[in-house]
């Protein structure tokens, strides 16, 4: 029942920017870790941003500066505001979702470009 839908991937030149936005149905997700996480060809699967129930965010060192992660919990949304894309930024992004240890939801994915 529970389904997050990612949306606003595409193609972008470097020092662009896009938007990203997952909205999440079917739970109570206001208490919940939320976050985005991407996967290039050949490498890990790895944290983006993180954002908790109350706004604490986290970011990896790579996108310190440049990404921005919100949330609106009336909406059960969360958003990437990704700028000044680089080539390396490319890859498949996918919002998460983390009730507890065990209770784990993820998107199905969508797809960043950035062309230098």
């Known amino acids: 029942q529970v389904q997050l839908v990612e949306s606003g991937g595409g193609l972008v030149q470097a020092g662009g920017s896009l938007r990203l936005s997952c909205a999440a149905s079917?739970?109570?997700?206001?208490?919940?870790?939320m976050g985005w996480y991407r996967q290039a060809p050949g490498k890990q699967r790895e944290l983006v941003a993180a954002?908790?129930?109350?706004?604490?965010?986290n970011y990896a060192d790579s996108v310190k500066g440049r990404f921005t992660i919100s949330r609106d919990n009336a909406k059960n949304t969360v958003n990437l505001q990704m700028n000044s894309l680089k080539p390396e930024d490319t890859a498949v992004y996918y919002c998460?979702?983390?009730?507890?240890?065990?209770?784990?939801?993820w998107g199905q994915g969508t797809q960043v470009t950035v062309s230098s």
């Open positions: 079917g739970g109570i997700f206001r208490f919940a870790d």
């Open positions: 954002i908790t129930g109350i706004g604490r965010t």
């Open positions: 998460n979702v983390r009730l507890n240890r065990d209770l784990v939801y």
